[in-house]
């Protein structure tokens, strides 16, 4: 992309009504704008994050066995009478009524729904296990919509959930989904801590919710500092193998760690106190297990082995994929912008010319770039004529993590410049070396 052609409105001025930095990022590089309280436009550069995210949590939730599906934004209000979720869910769910009167909803979540898909179409245990998931826009009419897309109205969520004949089973697929949670969050560049948490609306005892920490997060948290320490990294996990999953289960969740909701004083006693920890976090993702508070009201039954008809046990488990881009940048970020992850990045690296119109620095912008593209890699091209300083200052605010400068000077001498947005550090090279470095950077990322 040329940013000449592009589409970029950034704002030279903190907007105002940003409390928090994530907010304030997003809204001057020209990502997102409000169309009304807690619901947003998403910007060429924002949906291209969003796309990014989309795409890690699809390939994660596939390595991990789920199947992809899509259900409707608006819904019925009649199956949210089986389940007696149509009073409980409250004033955060918005309703209307159609041309004839019926009552319908913007879906704040899917449970009903997806439950409605496995009844009509599964009678059999044989056709179990089974996880169904989406990712699309929810609404819950929250009261105070803030931070931006932190606490929107309108926001972005993969929903998954999973059909098993037994508990142990809905079990594994909980520590499934656990697993699939970690690589997805460290794929983006993000630690986020599973802590024994409270159901609300969704229901069940058995949850975990993934935190962020960060100060602006709207969690209070409490912890032993030994969580901090464990990656899952490049391990090689068996979706189908229990015992493994288990295994990281419990290692991910044996330490203390806990949401206010569910903290408990005289355990986190016991915590050595060098290692106690009380914090803010964000939260990114929740997964339950409520077995069958869906399936019985609704009749989800499947014949078992035993030729009895059981209600199937369940699971829902979710991800804010809109919310994670906010957890992102107020987890990396400098005082001139946003630093994006490798993972996530909009555009792998950014090229600066420092002055447009001189036909070799023209020249050699277009060679970069063209052999970037080449490479599958997609590369901005500040090509405008502006300022270097201008130029400088738009590549730190959108945090690309690569740039290239290309100026007259150190052409004459072979080389052009590559410098990391994260260090800051600069290196001349020249530009068949930089477009290499770029290559292995990504290869050794992708
Ligand atoms: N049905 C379950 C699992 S699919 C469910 O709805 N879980 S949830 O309520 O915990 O939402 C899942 C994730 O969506 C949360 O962890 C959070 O990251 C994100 N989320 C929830 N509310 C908002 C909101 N108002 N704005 C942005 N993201 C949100």
Redesign the pocket.
């Known amino acids: 992309m040329r940013l000449s052609r592009y589409f970029l409105p950034v704002l030279k001025e903190n907007p105002a009504e940003a409390q928090i930095v994530s907010h304030r990022l997003m809204l001057r590089a020209g990502m997102i704008k409000q169309a009304a309280a ?1 619901i947003y436009s998403w910007l060429p550069l924002g949906f291209k994050v969003l796309r990014k995210l989309e795409n890690i949590v699809h390939e994660e939730q596939i390595r991990a066995g789920h199947i992809p599906i899509q259900m409707p934004i608006l819904q019925s209000a009649d199956l949210w009478r089986e389940s007696g979720r149509y009073d409980d869910y409250g004033e955060e769910m918005l309703r209307m009524k159609d041309r004839h009167g019926r009552d319908m909803l913007y879906t ?4 009903e729904l997806v439950t409605d898909i496995f009844r009509g179409h599964v009678n059999s245990y044989k056709d179990l296990p089974l996880t169904l998931y989406q990712i699309q826009w ?1 609404f ?1 009419d ?1 009261i105070r ?1 803030r931070f931006g ?5 309108e ?1 972005y ?5 999973n059909f098993d004949l037994t508990k142990e089973d809905a079990l594994h697929a909980y520590n499934r989904h656990l697993v699939s949670y970690l690589r997805t969050y460290e794929r983006m560049g993000l630690q986020a801590i599973p802590m024994r948490a409270d159901s ?1 609306p ?1 229901g069940g005892d058995d949850t975990h ?2 935190l962020v920490l960060a100060d602006t997060g709207e969690s209070e948290v409490f912890y032993d500092s030994a969580v901090t320490d464990i990656r899952l990294g490049q391990r090689d996990i068996d979706y189908d193998d229990k015992a493994q999953c288990q295994a990281v289960m419990e290692e991910f969740t044996s330490l203390y760690a806990r949401t206010d909701e569910t903290h408990d004083e005289a355990l986190f006693q016991q915590v050595p106190e060098e290692r106690r920890r009380s914090a803010r976090g964000i ?6 297990y409520f077995g069958t508070k869906y399936s019985e009201p609704m009749g989800a039954t499947v014949q078992g082995p035993d030729g009895k008809q059981v209600p199937v046990h369940m699971g ?5 994929v ?3 881009i906010g957890a992102i940048i107020e987890a990396s970020h400098d005082d001139k912008g946003i630093i994006w992850p490798e993972g996530v990045t909009p555009f792998h690296c950014g090229i600066v010319n420092l002055k447009q119109g001189d036909d070799e620095a023209d020249a050699a912008c277009d060679k970069i770039y063209k052999a970037l593209t080449a490479l599958g890699l997609e590369p901005l091209y500040d090509d405008r004529n502006e300022r270097a300083g201008a130029k400088f200052a738009t590549m730190d605010l959108i945090g690309l993590p690569w740039r290239i400068t290309v100026g007259p000077r150190g052409l004459k001498n072979g080389v052009v410049e590559l410098t990391s947005r994260r260090t800051g550090e600069s290196e001349e090279l020249s530009p068949e070396a930089a477009v290499t470095r770029i290559a292995e950077i990504y290869e050794r990322r992708a």
């Not at 704040?108 to 449970?111: I, S």
């Not at 969520?157 to 959930?161: A, F």
């Not at 939260?283 to 339950?288: A, D, K, L, R, T």
Request: hydrophobic fraction near 30%.
């Open positions: 807690g704040p979540t899917a449970e929810k819950r929250e919509p897309v932190m606490r929107g109205r926001f969520m993969k929903d998954g959930y609300g969704i919710e993934f939260e990114v993702g929740q997964i339950f829902s488990h979710g991800i804010g809109s919310r994670l």
